[in-house]
């Protein structure tokens, strides 16, 4: 048995700051998935700035599903744990 989920747009104008997850429709028919802070949300288009600093334009209209998601962890340094250098 398939279970599809339900893609829904939770985000609005007013979540700007937040740290979103949005999905948008590919050209080609697929998705991909963009995660950051939005910082903008200004003619259609939103703006979301990525962790690695890069910005990511989006157009509302291309918005297949999105929500605001926790902040990031912080990331690990050195290895794993239990494990000697």
């Known amino acids: ?3 599809a989920g339900r893609l829904v747009h939770r985000i609005t104008r007013e ?5 979103v997850s949005v999905r948008i429709h590919l050209p080609d ?8 802070v939005l ?3 200004d003619g259609g288009v939103l703006t979301v700035r990525r962790r690695d600093g890069r910005q990511a334009r ?4 291309s918005i297949a ?3 605001v998601v926790p902040d990031a962890a912080p990331r690990r340094r050195g290895g794993a744990p239990g494990r000697t250098p």
């Not at 979540?15 to 740290?19: K, L, Q």
């Open 1 to 3: 048995m398939h279970m």
């Open 15 to 19: 979540d700007t700051g937040s740290r």
């Open 29 to 36: 028919g697929g998705f991909t998935d963009i995660v950051g």
């Open 39 to 41: 910082e903008s949300w």
């Open 58 to 61: 989006v157009e509302e209209s």
């Open 65 to 67: 599903a999105s929500r």
